[in-house]
């Protein structure tokens, strides 16, 4: 899906998302508007939305992921996945979960975290 072929009007947001996101919101698009009968416009909007609902890694392009290193466990933030997972095997880290951001600040740090480089 591109910006193209949906409105304009999330056509900016769409032109972040990873190619899987854009796949999850075609289908679901078109799931509204054949089961539902929604208007083409209408179906769009729905679509993301719900989309971005489950997922605002997509929209912020950082994941978070907690791992265990050394004994401890840890969380940290990425905007590449395959390079985290490589760089973390590298150092002998055991991946555990990849979290949403925002529930990963206000859980583990009390709504405040620093960063640091990963070493």
């Known amino acids: 899906m591109t910006a193209q072929t949906i409105d ?3 056509g900016d947001t769409l032109d972040r998302l990873s ?3 854009h796949e999850e919101i075609k289908e679901r698009v078109s799931s509204l508007e054949f089961k539902s009968a929604y208007p083409q416009r209408l179906a769009s909007c729905l679509g ?3 989309i971005l609902r489950r997922n605002l890694t997509g929209l912020s ?3 978070v992921m907690q791992i265990e290193l050394d004994g401890a466990t840890q969380w940290i933030a990425t905007t590449d996945l ?11 880290a055991t991946e555990i979960a990849v979290l949403d951001l925002r529930t990963t600040i206000d859980e583990q740090y009390s709504g405040v975290a620093a960063l640091t480089f990963l070493s």
């Not at 395959?82 to 002998?92: E, K, V």
Request: aromatic share 4%.
């Open 8 to 10: 304009p009007v999330i």
């Open 82 to 92: 395959d390079y985290a997972r490589q760089h973390l095997a590298d150092m002998h």
């Open 61 to 63: 392009g950082v994941s």
């Open 48 to 50: 993301l939305l719900e």
């Open 19 to 21: 190619n899987q996101l």
